[in-house]
């Protein structure tokens, strides 16, 4: 899966950081571009979030309507919202979401610092 970023080491930064997973990939590509890929620390082996450079003169218009309508770019799924919500907050992440239960589901959404909305999700037993 890819996320575009703004700036490829303050995205790897936040999501080696603050979010918790480890980096897999980081092969140059030229100038200052990188392959750049993370994974969940829970499964290393499994997908890779690719931290993609955000150059396309399509992804600034796609990101901006997102973020203006307040739709988080993808979701990641974490065993509860409210407690990550609040750890994450103590490092300085920044939420445009507190953790709203609507239904089954319980969601928060942080800016990601690198120009995407991201989602938490967990389902309520």
Do not use: K
């Not at 990188?34 to 150059?55: F, K, N, Y």
């Not at 396309?56 to 307040?70: K, N, S, T, Y």
């Amino acid at each position: 899966m890819s996320i575009f970023v703004d700036d490829q080491q303050r995205a790897l930064d936040f999501y080696t950081g603050p979010l918790g997973f480890v980096p897999q990939q980081d092969i140059p590509l030229g100038g200052p571009y990188r392959w750049l890929t993370v994974s969940s620390p829970e499964h290393p082996d499994g997908v890779q979030i690719s931290l993609e450079p955000a150059e396309h003169p399509a992804v600034a218009p796609f990101r901006d309507a997102l973020v203006a309508d307040g739709i988080p770019f993808t979701s990641f799924t974490v065993a509860d919202v409210g407690a990550e919500y609040q750890r994450l907050r103590d490092l300085g992440v920044v939420f445009t979401q507190e953790p709203l239960q609507q239904g089954p589901l319980t969601t928060a959404v942080l800016d990601d610092t690198c120009g995407n909305l991201i989602q938490l999700a967990a389902m309520e037993e």
